[in-house]
């Protein structure tokens, strides 16, 4: 199989969509809590938004000969005193369970950090889902050269 590692377009959105189902369906079963709630149409749309304004960066990994896609990074740039000015956060990051370990994962991280260099950024960052269940990931993110900083993600719904 040959991945092929590609910027996605506003056309692409349903396909992203239903990854992010698939992320956080994921997410929900493992901790047996609901903290999202995605209807793949709404999704869609506002992913096919964020791409047309270019709110969001996607990378998409795909299956050069099936075409099949087989995971996908998403990146918004944000801004802080603290980070020096620009940054990225990774927002999303998946690949299909069938297609782990096979450096996909690692492939898209690479995919964001090239984008950020080319955007001047100072620093990438991410927040992952929780633990313990999600100690792989953490581990994962940590071979890509990233430091666990300490805290915790916290939300306020409005």
Not at 2 to 24: D, F, G, N
Not at 28 to 43: H, Q, R, S, Y
Not at 143 to 152: E, N, P, S, Y
Request: hydrophobic fraction near 40%.
């Amino acid at each position: 199989m040959t991945i092929r590692i590609k910027k996605a377009s506003p056309e692409e959105a349903e396909q992203i969509a239903l990854m992010v189902k698939r992320l956080t369906d994921e997410i929900i079963d493992a901790i047996g809590e609901k903290p999202f709630n995605i209807d793949l149409a709404e999704t869609s749309a506002r992913c096919r938004r964020f791409l047309e304004q270019e709110l969001y960066a996607v990378y998409r990994a795909i299956d050069s000969e099936s075409d099949e896609p087989l995971g996908f990074i998403a990146l918004c740039e944000s801004h802080a005193l603290y980070a020096e000015g620009a940054f990225g956060i990774i927002q999303e990051l998946y690949v299909d369970p069938a297609h782990r370990a096979r450096g996909i994962g690692r492939r898209l991280v690479e995919a964001a950090m090239n984008h950020g260099r080319k955007r001047g950024w100072k620093r990438l960052e991410v927040c992952t889902p929780p633990l313990p269940q999600f100690a792989g990931t953490v581990q994962f993110y940590e071979r890509q050269r990233f430091d666990v900083t300490g805290g915790r993600k916290m939300k306020v719904l409005f």
